[in-house]
């Protein structure tokens, strides 16, 4: 498979993006190579994914990107500024890279107080009210953090990430821990905060998180950049597809009976279908026209095996 990696970013050209990595490098120890050689360009309003395996290297980009450690060789851009521990431009991003930490016998309201108030703001200049309707917590946001679900910590964490209406998210591995309904809150949230103009930033290793949100994304193997481009790129042509539906059940029914459809299966998150001489947008008419809702219409699988192919030609060392 033949990887579309992109023109890379140089010095001269990062103040044209909302994030720019030029050879970034993080060695940690003579055997141990995390990022090599990263070079990577998140333009500003892109809902953009940092793809690959655990251990891939994700992360350490980020933390280098954040200025929370530095890079062995390399340079990392916001907004056209180069970035160093405290540099003001960090003010215009939220992140969730090292997990929340919140106070769990207060409540998520005084959470977020008190967290905005540590950083010397005072409260009637925090973004609270956006915050809040995003995050969509509703009365919780009253109650205890130790009586929170997984789900409802993430969506307080990002609610807290939100409060200095932030430029740029920049989200690692958001949903991981999550039942099925938390990741589909997880995921209808930062599909919010694209459409109220934020660039998201987000490094998963589940291939169809990334299919489903992002608009483009890079793969990262040991440390490297594997390809880059958008979704639709990466991912080529598909005839497999996968539906979010409010009838499931009907939905099935359906599809089954509905020729050029094969392969109907039920999955945690919704249905996948595989399309045989029938197109995705007649399958969509004729679910609409039969009463069933649908959420969400996205190529499926072919994500992973642009990925699976990409890694696999990748040389190890």
């Not at 490094?203 to 489903?212: D, F, K, R, Y």
């Not at 995705?280 to 072919?302: F, P, Q, W, Y």
């Amino acid at each position: 498979m033949t990887s579309t990696i992109q023109t890379e970013p140089t010095t001269a050209t990062a103040g044209q993006s909302a994030i720019a990595l030029v050879k970034l490098t993080k060695r940690f120890s003579e055997d141990v190579l995390a990022v090599d050689d990263l070079s990577l360009e998140v333009e500003k309003g892109m809902v953009f994914g940092l793809l690959g395996p655990n251990g891939a290297g994700k992360t350490t980009a980020l933390r280098m990107l954040l200025g929370l450690i530095h890079p062995t060789k390399g340079e990392a851009y916001l907004f056209g500024q180069r970035i160093y521990p405290g540099i003001p431009v960090l003010r215009r991003v939220g992140s969730l890279v090292e997990g929340p930490g919140f106070v769990p016998f207060l409540s998520g309201m005084d959470n977020l107080k008190t967290y905005w108030n540590t950083g010397g703001g005072r409260m009637e200049d925090a973004n609270l009210g956006e915050a809040l309707e995003l995050a969509g917590l509703g009365t919780a946001i009253n109650r205890k953090v130790r009586t929170y679900s997984k789900g409802m910590t993430q969506r307080l964490a990002l609610a807290q990430v939100l409060l200095n209406k932030p430029e740029l998210l920049v989200l690692d591995e958001p949903t991981i821990g999550l039942d099925p309904g938390e990741i589909r809150d997880v995921r209808d949230l930062i599909r919010r905060l694209a459409e109220h103009g934020a660039t998201v930033l987000l490094s998963s290793h589940i291939l169809v998180e990334v299919e489903q949100i992002c608009t483009h994304a890079a793969i990262m193997n040991h440390g490297r950049l594997v390809a880059t481009g958008t979704v639709d790129e990466l991912i080529g042509s598909s005839r497999t597809v996968f539906l979010e539906v409010d009838d499931v059940g009907r939905a099935v029914k359906l599809l089954q009976s509905t020729t050029g459809v094969s392969q109907v299966e039920v999955e945690p998150l919704g249905i996948s279908l595989t399309l045989n001489g029938i197109e995705r947008k007649d399958i969509v008419t004729m679910l609409v026209k039969n009463g069933v809702g649908i959420e969400t219409v996205a190529s499926r699988h072919r994500l992973e095996d642009a990925f699976l192919g990409m890694v696999e030609e990748l040389p190890h060392d």
